[in-house]
């Protein structure tokens, strides 16, 4: 059922669908039936599952524009900027690839452009809308069925990239202004890379919203390492959708990081584990404040023996804000020998945030060796008062047990620049009060 | 250095200290005895800074400051150290860097500049040997894992790393083996100077043979009831605190 409230932005969307220059020729099929998908569910809403916690309808109630693209808009990419990182730098503006703020990747075997500069590249048809639209998410077929906009990289066989590359997503708009990216990532067989995604928000923008999918497919014995770092402020609000396909051998690494600002995030990253020997890991720090809601859905999906999954949320929860964790974890009958390990870790730093935490395991292998965990708990006042009688400030020691606690994940942070500018950011997100 | 006059002191409306008189000069070792539920861990608390604690009459004046008005970590850095008698473990926090963040804001309240890396680990190689403290441990999470004398050892460890002018031990030889408690009465020996000052918190006459004070004061019931020099402690040994108690409830009745 779609309300009456989310209507003007639904009939926008069907609109702009009917505009025939908005679909790809080669890919219209797989566009029209998503399409049609989207209109036989609409948007989601609290009555399903996936979205129980979530409620979208405020997101969706804004009188936002669509296709506000803002061509030459000048930003300051810069906000984005992590100390001591070497990176090449791709910049989006809404979702539009900016070549005039992007590095060119002269590397052999880096295929790095926007997704509509691709839309004829075997790599592109191949892959687009084959695994994140089997995901049941409407906001997908939406994606697949309008989005025009976002980054292609295609890592070729064998090819090590050099530097990490950092894609800084600008949302910025002068009145609400709702869009979409649509982004593939592939590594071939033995391909390396780093990918690093920072949002902001330009300074001044009035809201918007943003409906992101991501496929990303990790050929044989490739490995990618992948960050997510949310930065953007409250005007802006995101769905994210991330489906990744893994083959035998890889190894996905995730870090999905969200601080202060953004008012809504729902981030969806699904790991399908479609063939034997694979190795994925997980690993999510959450600090917020003000009102704001982040909501973390995961599925690990182990499909084939000798998968390995390793899983580890950190929420640190000021003011009135509210976290949302779902891991969901499946073995099915054919992945024996499976390690899958979950753990979430809650910290309320305030008589008012929430968090709506849901572990999820559904196991039909037997023999397989699974754990998970979730615990809710508090700052640790003799902690505090243990610190402060060694003469370390009130502050300082808020932000050393907060560092600590967050420690488990952020050693794992593989990019030590990555991991300096998380610590930092999560001093600079903490309350003093 | 320090002057305690009238202290009254309640937790959840029960009142604790009942009027606490206690006066310590730079270079003495003070300790401080009394039966279980005297008072001894609360005042211990409550010059420490604990929150919980309610001051409801008299004062605390150190180094010619009102240490009551302080915060936990002013107190620290005007020179007051506790040695907790349960140390807190902090996982994820290293040892280290717990010390070096410590001293770093005691220098900086008192307008020294931080010390380098290398002075710094020198200070740290330096310590660790006046206290026998394991150097593995320095790396380790705070107390994290710490066998009960280790976690002591360490509370020792950080007195000498942030020579403060008062220390009070609440209960350190509490859960010592004879041989731990050697090593952490060697230490505080070897700290001891004419510019600082102890306050030891104990039941037991025990660590008055390695840690000789120059004055005994016995806690009953939220005050100090008796005081004298060591012998006083020798007496408590023999006798038991029985005995005190008797000869104060007699005299409060009257």
Redesign the interface.
Known sequence: MITQISSSLYQQLVSSFEDPLHTQETLEERRKKAFEKFKDNGFPTSKAEEWRFTNIQSVLSENYQIGVHLPGQAVNADMAKIEDMDAYRVVLVNGVYRHDLSDIIEEQGVVLSSFIDAAQSETLNKHFAQYADKSENPFVWLNTALSNNGFFIEIQSGKLVQKPIHIVHISVADSEAFFQTRNLIVLEKNAEAQIVETFVTEEGSSKTFANTVTEIVVDENAKLEHYYLQQARSQSSFNNHTEIIQRKYSLYNNYNCTFPGASFVRNTINVRMDDPNIESHLYGITLLADNQLVDNHTVVDHMEPHGESYEWYKNILQDSSTAVFNGKIFVRLDAQKTNAFQQNNNMLLSGNATINTKPQLEIFADDVKCSHGCTIGQFNEDAKFYLQARGIGEEQARTLLVHAFAFDVTERFKNESIRDHVNHLVELGLKHN | MLSISNLQVSIEDKQILKGLDLQVNAGEVHAIMGPNGSGKSTLASVL????EYEVTAGEVIFNEKNLLDM???D???EGV??A?QY??E????SNIN?LK???A??RA?KGLPPLSAKEFLQLVKEKQQLVDFDAKLTNR?LNEGFSGGEKKRNEIF?LAM?EPTLAILDETDSGLDIDALRIVANGVNQLRSSGNAFVMITHYQRLLEYIVPDFVHVLYNGKIVRSGTKELALELEEKGYDWLKESIDTQNAI
């Open positions: 420490a800074g604990r929150q915060s936990p970590e107190r620290a850095r150290f506790l907790f140390p807190i902090i996982p994820g926090v717990f963040t410590a001293l804001e005691i309240y999470s950080q942030l």
